[in-house]
């Protein structure tokens, strides 16, 4: 599905440098938590307001003391950094992935 970044924090206690992300679905799947290894290519203030794709029937999963509800899909650069695509045309938060 497609989400909006609509808050992004930092994480100092993950393992590897992350966000914290609050991503809003739209109606059925709603606001979700992911936590995202995207500090090398990208800042809160570029991924606020972002439409990222994620898996999100995938079980909650325990990050430290945080619980992240869905998986933030991305690419693996040539250094294994994650980065994310860019949609050509806007399309609603919650739009399937085909």
Do not use: C, W
Not at 25 to 45: C, D, M, N, P, R
């Amino acid at each position: 599905r497609i989400g909006e970044v609509i808050e992004v924090l930092d994480f100092p206690e993950a393992r590897n440098p992350s966000f914290k992300l609050k991503i809003d679905f739209g109606e059925g799947v709603g606001v979700k938590k992911s936590s995202a290894q995207l500090t090398i290519h990208y800042t809160k203030k570029t991924l606020l307001g972002k439409k990222v794709l994620a898996v999100v029937n995938f079980p909650p999963r325990q990050i430290g003391k945080f619980m992240s509800e869905v998986l933030v899909m991305g690419f693996s650069d040539e250094n294994d950094d994650i980065v994310l695509f860019d949609l050509d045309h806007n399309v609603p938060n919650g739009a399937r992935l085909h």
